[in-house]
């Protein structure tokens, strides 16, 4: 990885971070209705995933789906203002967190149910194939959407049809409260491509250069007509489920053993002993962020409210 790249990656992570610490804050200060999900933890995945496309290729996530926005191009002050519930949020202040939509950014969603958005992914790659257009869609889900009829129907159909799209597990080894090895009577998520006769690798999802590296070979693969791949990245939410969760599924214990596998304190060791960039560097982008997301505060606080005419106008009865 270039320099430049790398500096890149450990900017968008640390813009993730803080901008999700300030999004918890503000949501105990009840500027956020709603649910919302923080991703800490998990940043290496959107930001080594995501940087393996184009800007002009889809991605579709799930409700954690701060980070995703973030890295694929949608501002902090809109994604801030959306969680504010602002008419100048991604979604128009009609989602809320977990329904961040911004097609100008091609990234479609955000979507609360769980394994909903694994065919609306699938749904895209295939209009990219009739379409004959040079693009990927690139389908995060959790590890808790895998048990789901969804998950297998879109990949049974996306290896038959060679579709353009990758599928990204997040592997955070939870769903709320429910430990993947009490829920899955295969717990090595990889090992279901198989199944389906499509490439499946297991990633270090708190290791963002593998994470890249992994999701650049797919997504090429994807491009040239090679069809699917499922990558699952193993990693860890370092916080509860929701703001709602007391975490008492899992021990203290196991929590400190994932600490020191922070992937931005990784990546930083890493940037250092590779001796191209100092701490000051470092330092320097940590405070260029705060700003970022302060800026972003003041912009949810200030923007206003959708009106009753927007509100009342996208309700289907
Ligand atoms: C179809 C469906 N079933 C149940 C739920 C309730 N639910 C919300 S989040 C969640 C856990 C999903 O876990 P996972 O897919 O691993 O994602 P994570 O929260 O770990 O990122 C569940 C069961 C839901 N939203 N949709
Ligand atoms: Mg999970």
Same mark, same amino acid.
């Given at each position: 990885?270039?320099?430049?790249?790398?500096?890149?990656? #450990?900017?968008?992570?640390?813009?993730?971070?803080? !901008?999700?610490? *300030?999004?918890?804050?503000?949501?105990?200060?009840?500027?956020?209705?709603?649910?919302?999900?923080?991703?800490?933890?998990?940043?290496?995945?959107?930001?080594?995933?995501?940087?393996?496309?184009?800007?002009?290729?889809?991605?579709?996530?799930?409700?954690?789906?701060?980070?995703?926005?973030?890295?694929?191009?949608?501002? /902090?002050?809109?994604?801030?203002?959306?969680?504010?519930?602002?008419?100048?949020?991604?979604?128009?202040? =009609?989602?809320?967190?977990?329904?961040?939509?911004? /097609?100008?950014? %091609? =990234?479609?969603?955000?979507?609360?149910?769980?394994?909903?958005?694994?065919?609306?992914?699938?749904?895209?790659?295939?209009?990219?194939?009739?379409?004959?257009? &040079?693009?990927?869609?690139?389908? !995060? !889900?959790?590890?808790?959407? *895998?048990?789901?009829?969804?998950?297998?129907?879109?990949?049974?159909?996306?290896?038959?049809?060679?579709? @353009? *799209?990758? !599928?990204?597990?997040?592997?955070?080894?939870?769903?709320?409260?429910?430990?993947?090895? %009490?829920?899955?009577?295969? /717990?090595?998520? #990889?090992?279901?491509?198989?199944?389906?006769?499509? @490439?499946?690798? +297991?990633? &270090?999802? =708190?290791?963002?250069?593998?994470? #890249?590296?992994?999701? *650049?070979?797919?997504?090429?693969?994807?491009?040239?007509?090679?069809? /699917?791949?499922?990558?699952?990245?193993?990693?860890?939410?370092?916080?509860?489920?929701?703001?709602?969760?007391?975490?008492?599924?899992?021990?203290?214990?196991?929590?400190?053993?994932?600490?020191?596998?922070?992937?931005?304190?990784?990546? %930083?060791? +890493?940037?250092?002993?590779?001796?191209?960039?100092?701490?000051?560097?470092?330092?320097?982008?940590?405070?260029?962020?705060?700003?970022?997301?302060?800026?972003?505060?003041?912009?949810?606080?200030?923007? @206003?409210? @959708?009106?009753?005419?927007?509100?009342?106008?996208?309700?289907?009865?």
């Amino acid at each position: 990885m270039e320099r430049e790249q790398r500096l890149l990656f #450990y900017r968008q992570m640390v813009l993730i971070r803080k !901008f999700e610490d *300030v999004a918890g804050e503000m949501y105990g200060r009840g500027h956020v209705g709603g649910f919302l999900h923080l991703y800490i933890g998990e940043e290496a995945c959107a930001v080594g995933a995501v940087n393996a496309l184009r800007h002009e290729d889809y991605i579709v996530t799930h409700y954690r789906d701060h980070g995703h926005a973030l890295v694929k191009g949608c501002s /902090p002050r809109a994604v801030m203002a959306e969680l504010f519930g602002k008419a100048t949020g991604v979604s128009s202040g =009609m989602g809320g967190s977990m329904h961040l939509f911004c /097609p100008i950014n %091609r =990234m479609m969603g955000g979507y609360a149910i769980v394994g909903g958005g694994i065919p609306l992914g699938a749904g895209i790659a295939l209009g990219i194939q009739h379409l004959g257009q &040079d693009l990927v869609c690139l389908n !995060f !889900f959790g590890d808790g959407a *895998v048990n789901e009829g969804t998950f297998h129907e879109a990949l049974n159909l996306a290896s038959l049809w060679k579709l @353009p *799209v990758v !599928f990204f597990c997040e592997n955070n080894q939870y769903a709320m409260g429910t430990a993947l090895s %009490r829920s899955s009577a295969v /717990p090595e998520i #990889y090992k279901r491509a198989e199944a389906y006769a499509i @490439p499946g690798q +297991q990633v &270090d999802g =708190m290791d963002v250069d593998a994470v #890249y590296r992994a999701t *650049v070979d797919a997504v090429e693969r994807a491009r040239r007509g090679g069809g /699917p791949t499922l990558i699952e990245a193993i990693t860890y939410r370092f916080k509860g489920h929701s703001m709602a969760d007391a975490v008492m599924y899992r021990s203290r214990q196991e929590e400190e053993t994932w600490r020191p596998r922070d992937p931005i304190a990784l990546f %930083r060791d +890493q940037l250092l002993l590779s001796g191209t960039v100092t701490a000051a560097e470092l330092d320097a982008i940590g405070v260029e962020q705060d700003a970022v997301v302060a800026d972003a505060v003041r912009y949810a606080e200030e923007s @206003p409210e @959708p009106t009753l005419e927007k509100m009342f106008g996208d309700v289907y009865a």
